[in-house]
């Protein structure tokens, strides 16, 4: 079983796939950390970020352990990741990667969650289950500016959001899978609602999905 989670930055999206992949004992993969790690991997080579032959060559060579650098985590690989994941060539790489994944689960697992912009709409089209998790930008960007004061972060509000909406923009008008809402996704806007009730939200079509599964075998 596979369940595909969208949705902009500071949506939710990864609190809920993470969630719904521990409930219920799936896989989960954030595939926002694949292009944060190809945009580390350009910066670290002291290349461009608008340099697309540049990421491309990264993304080819990416490797997975890559994904537990720590730096990944930072604000500075979140903003790298959006420059070069409109790049044709790096979602080109990282689509096979994200499609085993999902399709053959590690540790024998019986279904997978992955999170990100393009899951249900470019990476499985047919999923089992599409959630797209939105909120509106304005409390998006004050959950990412606790966030980063949290960690010990500099961080002033107006530019986080600045830097949210102009992502927002990259994310929604670049060519290689644009971030929309796929036509049979299920839309749970958090801008109002707690973690607790987003993940109920979340589960019910889920469990749903799985009740149906299990009464046509």
């Given at each position: 079983m596979?369940?595909?989670?969208?949705g902009p930055a500071a949506s939710g999206?990864?609190?809920?796939?993470?969630?719904?992949?521990?409930?219920?004992?799936?896989?989960?993969?954030?595939?926002?950390?694949?292009?944060?790690?190809?945009?580390?991997?350009v910066v670290d080579r002291g290349d461009s970020l608008d340099d697309a032959e540049a990421a491309t060559r990264a993304a080819l060579a990416f490797d997975p352990a890559m994904m537990d650098?720590?730096?990944?985590?930072?604000?500075?690989?979140?903003?790298?990741a959006s420059r070069i994941a409109g790049v044709p060539g790096v979602r080109a790489a990282m689509l096979d990667f994200q499609r085993k994944f999902g399709t053959f689960p590690p540790e024998g697992k019986k279904g997978a969650v992955l999170d990100g912009r393009?899951?249900?709409?470019?990476?499985?089209?047919?999923?089992?289950?599409?959630?797209?998790?939105?909120?509106?930008v304005t409390v998006r960007a004050?959950?990412?500016?606790?966030?980063?004061?949290?960690?010990?972060?500099?961080?002033?509000?107006?530019?986080?959001?600045?830097?949210?909406q102009e992502r927002d923009q990259r994310d929604r008008s670049r060519?290689?899978?644009p971030l929309t809402i796929a036509p049979d996704?299920?839309?749970?806007?958090?801008?109002?609602?707690d973690?607790?009730?987003?993940?109920?939200?979340?589960?019910a079509p889920v469990l749903e999905k799985i009740s149906r599964q299990n009464r046509a075998q």
């Open positions: 596979i369940v595909a989670v969208d999206k990864g609190t809920l796939a993470r969630r719904i992949a521990t409930k219920l004992d799936f896989a989960y993969l954030d595939t926002g950390l694949l292009y944060r790690g190809v945009g580390m991997m650098d720590p730096r990944l985590r930072e604000d500075a690989a979140a903003q790298a393009d899951i249900g709409t470019v990476i499985f089209p047919n999923a089992d289950v599409k959630l797209y998790v939105t909120a509106d004050q959950r990412r500016h606790k966030e980063l004061l949290g960690r010990g972060t500099p961080s002033i509000y107006a530019r986080v959001l600045q830097e949210m060519s290689a899978a996704a299920i839309v749970i806007d958090t801008s109002a609602i973690v607790e009730a987003a993940f109920q939200k979340a589960m």
